[in-house]
């Protein structure tokens, strides 16, 4: 067995009887497929399932190797949601868009997919947009 690099896969016995420690593999992404809703040029849309602040939305996003969507594409992804049950039907949810004052974001509530400010310490909806 072998990773993504070709080398021993963990607990396999190479040729000189040692093994391999599971912290030196390369994890594998995956290039087929979406864990959520492919829409249509948008791309693959996921809801991370969890209420966090606009920071820690954003910072989420990043780790997934996605972004967080800005209103608009927001706004998008809201009017698609009858024809997909892989999205949110109702609750507010953080964009990327910049709010003319700092500790504030805009958000869209997937109720009416109307857009609203926020603090941006308050918890909201949170799903990532990729390829």
């Given at each position: ?109 997937f109720g009416n997919g109307h857009e609203y400010s926020s603090g941006t310490g308050r918890q909201r909806g949170v799903l990532c947009v990729g390829d």
């Open positions: 067995m072998t990773d993504v690099n070709g080398s021993a896969a963990p607990n396999a016995e190479t040729s000189n009887n040692q093994y391999h420690d599971i912290r030196n593999l390369a994890a594998a992404k995956f290039t087929k497929g979406c864990a959520g809703a492919d829409l249509a040029g948008i791309g693959c849309v996921v809801n991370v399932g969890q209420n966090l602040t606009l920071q820690a939305a954003k910072d989420k996003c990043a780790s997934m190797g996605m972004t967080l969507p800005n209103k608009g594409i927001l706004v998008s992804i809201a009017s698609k949601k009858t024809s997909n049950s892989a999205l949110p039907q109702s609750g507010y949810h953080w964009s990327s868009s910049p709010y003319n004052i700092p500790i504030y974001g805009w958000m869209v509530d």
